[in-house]
């Protein structure tokens, strides 16, 4: 069957016209006008952007002994009615186990529950010898990025030794490194001492994990990166810190690529110190920062040293999940949820603000995410491209709230925010998953993505 999207405006990360766009049927087979279709979808007066892609996500995952608490099915669920039609989860390694169980439990978890396309990463937690040697593997099958954490010592922490045992094997199988950087260590023993006084509420996650641990353990894995020869990619980044290593890194013209979340451009520490224990709901790492922070990420996001906006979606229940740490916060669940607003609070907070611009605001979160993490058929409008698209109302408003956002999780870090600008219909590979405010796919309609390997756009890859 072939569809045509009449009458809107067409944005990409090059640019934005007025066209039609003929789908037929999960491909995009022509960008023009005087084109005709089966099936006419009237987007006059709308944006009509590539489907988001968020290449940072941890649905279901295992985290202070509890579980993130979107699944495959309302968390992607959820990502459609805010424009995202792909997602690349985190795979979580259990220490002692292996990546092939890793990803045999992933897939398990997702399949015939995603309602939008989805690839993984695998975060290597337990990097023994036999452990790094399958990283071939999973390249083969598609996975090409893995992910290390320099932070959550006992838990997911891996020391330098493994960081760069895995930083080397790239170097063998290809692929790209993510890297949570917050120095580990540093952060143990301002826990201790914050805990020592009595200073248990969460506030005092952010004053534990402060900016010069997050630049300590970027100008670090850099370091590291560099001495093997291998691209990074720095995720979640919040603070001028971390910026001013990854700036310099590029300056020297090594391959260093990063990201930065919605949440560190809406909101800051401030959160933390609400009434009570509402502060949990802000506690993630690493943590909110000082307004200030954000005009920096703003910059780096313009001028290229970051070149993604993601969500690191990681929702708890405020009830039972987040209240785990009451008393001592290092027991908070950390992480918050974001997968859905990401478009149209970027939308109205940022482009309308003149802070980035419409095609900056594709390149962010849909073309540069889907060049670096190898997602070879997404990220723009065009023909031979899948059929990712976002019908964007510019005039519609929201007000963002628990009581009926999709995510399935109990609170909302943006309740009550009045939002212009939303999603009226968003297509994945040619079919309409949300339309209208409805969720209108079936769990099961996303497919995996096999990735490939990742090249900097328009350059070969760094060789090994
Ligand atoms: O607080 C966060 N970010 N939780 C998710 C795990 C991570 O570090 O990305
Ligand atoms: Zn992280
Ligand atoms: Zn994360």
Redesign the pocket.
């Known amino acids: 069957m072939t569809r045509l999207i009449r009458g809107g405006r067409v944005v990409t990360a090059a640019d934005a016209f007025d066209a039609d766009v003929l789908i037929d049927g999960e491909s995009v087979v022509a960008v023009g006008s005087g084109l005709e279709a089966d099936d006419v979808i009237d987007a006059s007066g709308c944006l009509v952007l590539p489907g988001l892609i968020d290449n940072?996500t941890?649905l279901s995952?295992p985290?202070g002994g509890t579980w993130?608490c979107d699944d495959y099915d309302t968390g992607t669920a959820a990502a459609a009615a805010g424009g995202t039609t792909c997602i690349v989860d985190?795979c979580i390694q259990y220490v002692g186990g292996t990546l092939a169980d890793a990803l045999e439990e992933w897939h398990g978890r997702a399949d015939g529950a995603a309602h939008i396309d989805y690839g993984f990463h695998v975060a290597i937690t337990d990097a023994r010898p036999e452990v790094v040697a399958e990283m071939e593997r999973c390249v083969a099958e598609g996975v090409s990025s893995f992910k290390v954490?320099m932070?959550?010592k006992g838990a997911?922490m891996v020391d330098d030794e493994q960081f760069l045992a895995v930083l080397e094997q790239t170097g063998r199988t290809g692929g790209l490194v993510m890297v949570?950087c917050e120095n580990g260590d540093a952060v143990v023993r301002y826990q201790k001492e914050a805990m020592e006084a009595g200073n248990t509420d969460p506030r005092f996650h952010a004053w534990s994990r402060p900016p010069e641990v997050e630049g300590e353990a970027t100008g670090r894995a850099i370091r590291l990166a560099e001495w093997t020869k291998r691209p990074l990619f720095v995720?979640?980044v919040t603070c001028e810190d971390a910026v001013v290593e990854i700036q310099a890194a590029r300056d020297r013209g090594l391959p260093i690529y990063g990201e930065t979340c919605l949440q560190y451009l809406f909101l800051t520490v401030d959160e933390l110190a609400r009434p009570g224990f509402e502060g949990a709901k802000f506690?993630?790492?690493?943590p909110l920062r000082e307004k200030r922070h954000q005009e920096v990420l703003y910059k780096a996001l313009r001028q290229g040293a970051l070149q993604g906006i993601s969500t690191?979606h990681?929702p708890f229940n405020y009830s039972g999940q987040k209240e785990l740490g009451l008393g001592d916060f290092t027991k908070i669940?950390?992480?918050?949820p974001a997968i859905e607003h990401r478009l149209s609070l970027l939308y109205d907070g940022a482009v309308r603000t003149g802070k980035l611009s419409e095609t900056e605001l594709v390149a962010l979160t849909s073309h540069g995410p889907a060049r670096i993490f190898g997602l070879d058929r997404k990220g723009t409008i065009a023909p031979g491209y899948d059929a990712d698209i976002v019908i964007f109302d510019p005039e519609r408003t929201q007000t963002i709230s628990a009581a009926t956002h999709h995510m399935n999780v109990d609170y909302d870090p943006f309740e009550g925010w009045e939002v212009r600008g939303a999603p009226r219909t968003v297509l994945c590979r040619g079919t309409t998953v949300f339309d209208d405010g409805e969720v209108v796919s079936k769990p099961g309609y996303g497919r995996y993505v096999k990735r490939s390997l990742f090249a900097p756009p328009g350059r070969q890859p760094v060789p090994a």
């Open positions: 940072h941890h995952m985290f993130s985190f954490f932070a959550y997911l949570h995720v979640h506690v993630c790492s690493p690191d990681c669940p950390n992480g918050l």
